[in-house]
């Protein structure tokens, strides 16, 4: 194969879900809003991006449904783990961006892994003998299980965490450098038991977000979780120890649902290696990866 792992992800996902004209490959799915993001003291300690400077910076935020199906129905098993991607507008006109899902860690520690997770899915229909493809591969990829244990759906995107799961390295103006994991918490978590979601009409979370937004602003605290000697910044399927030091670094606020969602979706491209001063990736191969792939999947929707 002299295809680049990024394409033959894509491929892959494609063939799980089809492709669908002017679709995301993956988190199909999704509703547009908007609002600004202010940083902490704390933030500066740890980082010379201006992003973090304390001054209020626009924002806009996409969030997903997992899965390629654009009509996967919100409450349903598939639409886990939801995604939040965040584009900051930086006052030098440049954008930084977030992309994170509400996975506590990832399912796979490489993109190789990722790619021949979604061909095992592909290659073991309802009608294929038992064990099938998908059946041997979770069962020798113990990290897939362990990570979907830790998702659940939620009864708002309001009212989720998401994880950015890949390690960054914020670097402050001394030029101390320190990796972290980023984690956006909500004011709470609600999660709806399995029976209760699938009795959810198929556009909840779409329909819900624009009607809380017209009764006031949604509040989450964009935090960082910081490595210690030794943990492991290249592999987003290793959760680091729960006691590890939580930095809030700023609060988003979220006030205005983008009207025409579905067409402005279609311009945005998140890339989780789009960055700025001051934030730079770890040694986690899979940022530069995701990064072509989402650039795949973005010239395959864009026409
Ligand atoms: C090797 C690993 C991964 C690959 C190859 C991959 C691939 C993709 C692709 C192709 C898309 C569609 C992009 C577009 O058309 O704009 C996408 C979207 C997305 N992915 Fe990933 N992904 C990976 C890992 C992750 C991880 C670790 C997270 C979360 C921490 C994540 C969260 C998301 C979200 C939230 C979206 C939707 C972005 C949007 O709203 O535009 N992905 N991914």
Redesign the pocket.
């Known amino acids: 194969q002299d295809q680049t792992v ?1 394409t033959q ?2 491929d892959a ?1 494609n063939q799980v879900f089809g492709s669908h004209p002017g679709i ?4 199909a799915k ?1 509703i547009v809003v908007e609002g600004s993001f202010k940083g902490t003291p704390d933030a500066v300690a740890l980082s010379r991006a201006v992003l973090f400077d304390g001054r209020t910076i626009p924002v806009t935020v ?1 969030f ?1 449904d997992s899965s390629g199906l654009p009509s996967i129905p919100d409450g349903s098993d598939g639409a886990n783990p939801h ?3 965040l584009k900051f507008h930086l006052p030098d006109g440049s954008e930084t961006d977030m ?3 509400s ?1 506590k860690v ?1 399912l796979v520690p490489t ?1 190789a892994d ?1 790619r021949d997770f979604f061909l095992a899915i592909a290659a073991s229909p309802p009608e294929a003998a038992k064990p099938t493809k998908l059946d041997q591969f979770v069962a020798s990829h113990p990290t897939i299980p362990a990570a979907l244990a830790t998702i659940a759906t939620p009864d708002s995107f309001a009212h989720e965490e998401y ?4 390690a960054f390295v914020l670097v402050n103006k001394a030029g101390g450098r320190q990796a972290v994991r980023y984690v956006v918490t909500p004011e709470q978590v609600v999660h709806l038991n399995a029976a209760e979601a699938a009795k959810q009409p198929p556009d909840f979370l779409m329909t819900e977000l624009p009607e809380r937004l017209n009764r006031g602003p949604v509040i989450f605290h964009l935090k960082a979780q910081l490595a210690a000697a030794g943990d492991p910044t290249n592999d ?1 399927a290793r959760p680091w120890p729960d006691d590890r030091r939580v930095v809030e670094l700023g609060i988003l606020t979220l006030d205005k649902a983008v009207p025409g969602s579905t067409e402005a ?1 279609k311009k ?3 890339l989780p290696g789009q960055l700025t001063d001051g934030i730079e990736a770890s040694d986690d191969p ?1 940022i530069d ?2 990064d072509s ?2 650039a ?3 010239s395959r ?1 864009t026409p």
Request: proline letters at 3%; charged letters at 20%.
């Open positions: 990024e992800v894509v996902m995301r490959a993956f988190h999704g996409r997903s995604g939040m991607a992309v994170t899902n996975l990832f993109a990722l994880r950015g799961l890949n987003p979706e945005l491209l998140f899979m990866v995701r792939a989402y795949v999947s973005f929707r």
